[in-house]
């Protein structure tokens, strides 16, 4: 439809109709024959308002939708088609490792491919949007929605969120490819305090801007059709109604002219953070904050009306709002045809193809970190030793994660499925052993029956009788290798813990199983990172895998037997103890700097029962390789606006490795406190047996840009340390000067 055509249309809406596009209601609210009436009596919307709504929440698959929308077009007087939403976060069909595992692949060209096929499947589905890519960026692993971050520094997740963006959308001169993207959660979700769900986020204008904003600014940049709150408050404010972030922020400096849309339910929330005394006044500062879309509450249909009758609300607000969410249809466009060319048979050949599963082996492959291996225990090597595969999820097929909600664990492979395919019968056995936890009660903050919770653990004979199995087993086994991790509803949304270790059946059973003295390997699987300080001194070998999607099992064994040579690196670091929480590598310089020459004992920045230093840091990971850094150097000592960095890296080793060269600046002295390290270029290469490669990288003037003391983003001339190694903790230095 043509511009003029559009404007013509939003001008024939009565006010009833243009409040309905602001409007997003579940496919609960709708039938195939008449409008359900459960629903809209529970939420107080009428029988009218869901007539006129303009978008509809995760209903997929595009029989269904398309049942919907028929009826909604014929009972409709301007033919406005339907906005269907969903969350698809990382993945629809064939469902691809965590976020938190992709940000480990420090590798977003690759990710750029993994959201094409987001954005393929989702489309053959009669998906329009999908409520993606999560950007937040995450420093607190208590956290339970760190599973859908990318992970804890800005330029990988800025990297990351271009990556994703212009991977959904696909975006071509004839219009998307794939679906709109919707980024979430604006803004600074992820810093909530004590890392507990729904939170209070409170810092300095200074902190949002030069760590939080980056992400969001990336996607916007990239093109993402819509923005989602996020239910935090910041600056004392929530955002869904924060005019200062959607308004200051993000409209007015970034210019984006997209649709902004609730959290789920958030307009009504904020009568529950106590800025709103009713649901007009909620109403009326969402609308002023220019949140165009009400998420599942009835606030803007039962409000924005009255409000316009007593003159509190401009009315150029709700126009504004209305054109761009008809704009959006427009891009997609669905007045054309509201199923974007999408059948039955078409969604069925798009569905989890074989290409589709090859990808996600790769990446699930190339998310796995290998954070420690004894003696090189591994690779190991198929049918040399009897291996005897425990835990409980060895046979477990539920390897997707909490928010893979259209996947099916039907489709994926098992650990158990992924190592039976290269052992033979005489060298392996598998004895689950011991419960995934020893109690499931928490199971019913998610809707679970009595019934569900009393079937979902094993009775105490059963635990008895399965562990008795695995000693025995593991008498006749040389390799014992332990699937163990976090029951799949410990993280994500609403899974914020306080005791982020291994639950505690599964570390009784290891210590029962460490008895027998063999040979052992942890499968690590959570949503988050875990405290591993007792593991590193009980296994051989650890592999962190999160939940790693469809193809899980065959990705492992790849890592297993040394077909592909690990190579994930940690985008967020792992905790020596959960009392270090917040931990992140480019914490601020103190007065009192632990190390020092100039301060000693006790009066430094320290714990007295820990150290300050994560278990395992950001960029952290080993390979079955040994790669070796040396010469590092710059071609020249004072910088006016560019210089070139070089390093020589060498596969000191037969096996061909992929190997991440991570590039972090110190500014020694700027006018406010800066960060000891920070990361700001990256390559991932490929080494073959004992080779060497001089790897180059171009540093800009720009790339060492900050909030300053008067808040320009800007440089002062001074001293500079540049770093360049394996992580952010094993470096080589060299200094240079940036020069007026």
Not at 401 to 426: C, F, N, P, Q, Y
Not at 475 to 485: L, P, R, S, V, W
Request: glycine share 8%; hydrophobic share 35%; proline share 3%.
């Amino acid at each position: 439809m043509r511009e003029d055509e559009l404007r013509q249309l939003l001008e024939t809406l009565t006010w009833k109709e243009k409040i309905g596009q602001l409007i997003q209601l579940s496919g609960e609210f709708f039938g195939s024959d008449t409008l359900a009436v459960g629903p809209q009596e529970k939420l107080g919307i009428s029988k009218e308002d869901v007539k006129v709504t303009g978008s509809v929440l995760n209903v997929t698959g595009i029989e269904n939708i398309k049942k919907i929308q028929d009826k909604y077009l014929n009972d409709s007087r301007n033919k406005i088609p339907l906005l269907f939403m969903a969350d698809i976060i990382y993945g629809y069909r064939t469902i691809f490792p965590i976020p938190l595992g992709l940000g480990a692949t420090w590798n977003p060209e690759l990710i750029n491919e993994v959201y094409k096929i987001v954005g393929e499947e989702s489309r053959s589905a009669g998906v329009h949007v999908t409520y993606a890519p999560m950007v937040d960026l995450v420093r607190d692993a208590r956290w339970g929605r760190s599973l859908e971050s990318t992970g804890e520094d800005v330029t990988l997740n800025n990297d990351f969120a271009e990556a994703m963006v212009t991977g959904i959308q696909q975006e071509t001169e004839d219009g998307l490819k794939g679906i709109a993207s919707c980024v979430k959660h604006f803004a600074a979700y992820g810093a909530g305090e004590g890392g507990r769900e729904y939170n209070t986020v409170d810092m300095s204008e200074r902190r949002l801007r030069q760590d939080y904003l980056g992400s969001y600014k990336a996607a916007i940049d990239a093109g993402s059709k819509l923005v989602m709150t996020s239910f935090n408050t910041y600056d004392g404010m929530p955002t869904t109604g924060n005019e200062f972030l959607l308004k200051k922020i993000l409209r007015d400096e970034w210019g984006f002219e997209g649709v902004v849309i609730s959290d789920y339910a958030a307009v009504k929330e904020l009568i529950d953070h106590g800025v709103a005394k009713d649901e007009k006044e909620a109403t009326l500062l969402a609308m002023k904050a220019t949140n165009d879309i009400d998420m599942k509450t009835r606030c803007y249909a039962t409000q924005l009306e009255p409000l316009l009758k007593e003159g509190k609300l401009d009315s150029e607000l709700i126009n504004q709002a209305v054109w761009r969410v008809l704009k959006l249809k427009n891009d997609l466009g669905l007045f054309e045809d509201p199923y974007r060319g999408t059948t039955v048979t078409k969604e069925k050949e798009t569905l989890l193809t074989e290409d589709s599963r090859s990808l996600a082996r790769k990446v699930s492959s190339e998310a796995i970190v290998l954070l420690q291996n004894k003696d090189d225990i591994l690779p190991l090597s198929p049918n040399k030793e009897k291996i005897l595969l425990v835990g409980p999820y060895g046979d477990k097929q539920d390897l997707i994660g909490l928010w893979a909600v259209h996947g099916k664990t039907a489709d994926v492979v098992s650990i158990k499925d992924g190592l039976e395919e290269r052992l033979s019968k005489e060298c392996f056995n598998f004895e689950k052993g011991c419960d995934m936890l020893d109690d499931y009660q928490f199971l019913g903050e998610f809707g679970a029956t009595k019934e569900q919770i009393n079937s979902a653990g094993m009775t105490q004979e059963e635990k008895e009788l399965s562990l008795n199995k695995a000693l025995a087993a593991g008498e006749n086994a040389d390799i014992i290798i332990f699937a163990m991790g976090e029951h799949t509803m410990q993280s994500g949304e609403a899974g914020s813990r306080t005791d982020i270790r291994l639950p505690e059946i599964q570390r009784n059973f290891i210590k029962e199983m460490l008895v027998l003295n063999k040979k052992n390997i942890l499968i690590s699987l959570s949503g988050r990172p875990l405290v591993f300080t007792e593991e590193i001194k009980q296994m051989d070998a650890i592999l962190q895998v999160w939940f790693p999607g469809t193809e899980g099992g065959h990705a492992i064994s790849d890592i297993l037997f040394g077909d592909v040579n690990p190579s994930g690196r940690l985008s967020m670091s792992f905790p020596y103890h959960i009392g270090q929480l917040p931990i992140y590598y480019n914490e601020f310089k103190t007065g009192r700097p632990l190390n020092s020459e100039s301060h000693k004992g006790r009066f430094v920045t320290k714990y007295l029962d820990s150290p300050n230093a994560p278990l395992f840091p950001f960029g952290f990971g080993l390979s079955y390789s040994k790669v070796k850094y040396s010469e590092l150097t710059i071609d020249r000592e004072e910088m006016v606006d560019s210089l070139v960095a070089k390093i020589t890296v060498t596969n000191e080793s037969e096996k061909e490795t992929l190997e991440t060269i991570q590039l972090y600046i110190q500014d020694v002295v700027g006018s406010v406190v800066r960060p000891i390290k920070e990361l700001k270029k990256y390559k991932k290469i490929k080494l073959l047996s004992n080779e060497s490669k001089v790897v180059e990288f171009h540093l800009k003037k720009e790339d060492l840009f900050y909030y300053t003391r008067s808040m320009e983003y800007s440089v002062e001339a001074g001293e500079f340390i540049l770093f360049i190694g394996r992580n952010s903790a094993d470096c080589l230095s060299i200094n240079f000067k940036l020069i007026d």
